[in-house]
């Protein structure tokens, strides 16, 4: 499996060039690359963020899904957000996400699923009061979109009027250009998708338009007064309604007419007037949706299931090795340049030690070469037939770049050695200090526009900055000499910096870059600090204990999250650059964000298995109304909720002698009313 710190890291570097670009394109209307390279950025983002789940737990995807909407049209709030999908590449994924739907509806019957073809487009939603149109957005970044209503009116799929609707209705589909109408456009974008994304950032809808732009209708955002029982309903009703739908969609019943379906599509693929790169598969029961829920930019309900990707042979000149922002030691195959999926790549991921062992992958060897989830370049496999008889075993380096040996280390969970070496002396390392570095200026941390990758790399060889404490004690007079830095570039990176110092505790928590703490974590630690005051705590050796001991309660912080907390601050270099960047800040006081639920400043608890719903549902409603979920039975849980199969006794003999509530399974329901 790919090394999931080198993801994270390739992600965060993609990002920000990604915000560079966008901010170019869609703000300032100076594009700084070419169409494609920029469309072709924002896929693999997307692409990326599908693909591996644990990214969701450590970023917030809504703000990179689609693009930030630009000063060109006014900006609307979506009544409900534009999530992204989840990604399947293989039927394993798929057996997957059905299981875990099982799971948390607490059911083992099969699961009917919608299919519908991914049309590779830009996503809009419309909006309609009463069967009028009122007005059309842009996904934008999936919280607000553009208004971009007159461009929308141009296309003869969408109607201004539906006849008997629902009193508000918000349709949602996909605005695309057919393959050969593209063909008389080709000269001026470089791809059909690109074609309809500039027809709809278009100022005049005139010039729209003049452009044979599409729609299919696939889903809804808000509504009122009306109910679907299934997305199969609602398509139907859709077309009732004159919107075009797409021909492919229809009901499967099993993982192996998944499969069917998946290859049935992918082999029309060619002979589709549209482009298409996947099939979205939703569960069709618009009840068992709702209980599913969504993640913070994904629904649990649906995901996309791609088609294959792209495989090339290249040749392995030289192996390198990177270190990240934890101190993982991550392999990378240098290799002659080859085109992979319409990409010039010319590096590739080795993952870890273990995978070159496993691979026997050498320097000279002839290898295949695919862009995982069409996205980051691996090697596949060695062609051993073409190996040069002199080759030898490669050695990996058992000291990192800064000369330190390195270590693996045992999960704490599996008890099974980490197949990653990592360094182990955080910012003592001066790779992986410029690594921590760029994670903390990054989007979700504390998001310093103008401070990238590239700029991080060049202040830290300048010396300008080397720990997080510089970046708020930046000398603006030594920038004017550089190449690039104007008046206007500096003024902006300091009014960056400066609107920074203001950060919320449980985003302050994840900037640090503990490892194993990711977004959900920092909430569930923000929400037990509360306030930097009490975080601080963590610097004295003495309360670091007690409040390790404490964290034990936490449900989502385990043995594995604590360690890593007492690793990072018993290392005297990283509590000394904490502290002095906690100086320069105003860390406000973390905040609930239902304090008005009905189990408001409730510690809950969960045992057994419960008949109507999974623990995980269970959670998610106690969480949703304002409780906090604990790990453990002890003195600070207001209700121990008692499930009908299989509780453990333990924990309500605790809960007994410790005089906590006991909640059965029947009054859990009569508390939320169902």
């Known amino acids: 499996m790919m090394n999931k710190i080198k993801i994270k890291e390739i992600y965060k570097e993609k990002f920000k060039k990604f915000i560079k670009f966008n901010q170019s394109y869609f703000e300032k209307d100076r594009p700084i690359v070419s169409d494609s390279e920029f469309d072709k950025l924002k896929k693999e983002l997307l692409e990326l963020a599908k693909k591996y789940p644990f990214l969701k737990k450590i970023n917030d995807l809504d703000k990179i899904v689609g693009s930030k909407p630009s000063g060109k049209f006014q900006k609307v709030k979506h009544a409900k957000p534009m999530l992204s999908l989840s990604n399947a590449f293989e039927k394993e994924d798929m057996l997957d996400f059905k299981k875990k739907i099982q799971n948390f509806l607490n059911i083992s019957t099969e699961i009917e699923l919608s299919s519908e073809p991914k049309i590779d487009g830009i996503s809009a939603s419309l909006r309609y009061e009463k069967g009028k149109l009122i007005y059309g957005l842009s996904r934008g970044d999936g919280i607000f979109g553009e208004n971009i209503t007159s461009n929308l009116l141009t296309i003869r799929e969408i109607p201004k009027i539906l006849k008997n609707p629902p009193e508000i209705i918000e349709i949602r589909g996909e605005v695309y250009i057919g393959k050969q109408d593209f063909e008389k456009l080709k000269d001026k974008f470089a791809n059909p998708r690109n074609a309809a994304g500039g027809s709809l950032r278009q100022k005049n809808s005139s010039e729209t338009a003049k452009i044979p732009l599409k729609f299919f209708a696939y889903g809804i955002g808000e509504i009122k007064n009306h109910f679907f029982k299934n997305q199969s309903d609602l398509l139907k009703e859709l077309k009732n309604w004159g919107f075009s739908v797409n021909s492919y969609c229809k009901i499967i019943n099993s993982i192996d007419g998944v499969e069917e379906n998946h290859s049935e599509i992918e082999r029309l693929r060619s002979e589709l007037d549209y482009d298409v790169d996947g ?159 760029k994670h903390i200026v990054s989007k979700d941390a504390f998001d310093i526009e103008g401070l990238g990758k590239k700029v991080i790399d060049n202040f830290w060889s300048l010396k300008f900055i080397r720990t997080p404490a510089d970046i708020f004690d930046l000398n603006y007079t030594k920038l004017e000499a550089l190449d690039g830095w104007g008046e206007l570039s500096i003024n902006n990176l300091k009014n960056a910096i400066e609107n920074s110092r203001k950060i919320v505790l449980d985003r302050f928590i994840y900037s640090i870059g503990i490892r194993h703490i990711g977004q959900e974590n920092a909430k569930i630690l923000g929400a037990f600090f509360k306030t930097s005051k009490k975080f601080s705590e963590l610097f004295n050796h003495k309360k670091r204990k007690d409040i390790l001991k404490n964290l034990h309660d936490l449900d989502g912080i385990g043995e594995t999250q604590a360690k890593s907390i007492e690793d990072f601050f018993s290392n005297q270099k990283n509590s000394t650059n904490i502290q002095s960047l906690m100086s320069e800040l105003n860390i406000e ?86």
């Open 279 to 437: 099939i979205v598969y939703k569960v069709n029961n618009f009840n068992f949706q709702d209980r599913l829920g969504s993640t913070s930019n994904s629904p649990r309900w649906a995901i996309a299931y791609k088609f294959s990707s792209v495989k090339a042979s290249s040749k392995i000149r030289n192996i390198s090795v990177q270190v990240g922002r934890t101190g993982a030691i991550t392999p990378v195959a240098k290799i002659d340049p080859v085109t992979v999926g319409g990409v010039v790549v010319s590096n590739a991921t080795l993952h870890n030690e273990d995978e070159i062992n496993r691979k026997d992958i050498r320097i000279g060897d002839t290898v295949m070469v695919q862009r995982a989830g069409d996205v980051i370049p691996q090697v596949l496999s060695v062609d051993k037939s073409k190996r040069d008889k002199n080759s030898k075993k490669f050695i990996f380096p058992d000291k990192c770049l800064c000369g330190y040996p390195t270590k693996k280390e045992v999960n704490l969970s599996t008890k099974k050695t980490d197949a990653v070496r990592r360094c182990t002396r955080g910012y003592e390392c001066e790779f992986t200090a410029r690594e921590k570095l």
């Open 589 to 674: 006081e973390f905040k609930k964000i239902n304090t008005k639920g009905k189990l408001s400043n409730k510690n809950l608890m969960f045992t057994g298995g419960f008949e109507r719903m999974s623990r995980s549902e269970a959670k998610a409603i106690a969480e949703e109304n304002g409780a906090k979920i604990l790990g453990s039975v002890s003195k600070k849980l207001d209700h121990l909720i008692i499930g009908n199969s299989k509780p453990t006794k333990k924990k309500i003999e605790k809960a007994k002698q410790l005089k906590i509530d006991l909640m059965t399974e029947k009054k859990w329901y009569e508390l939320l009313n169902r």
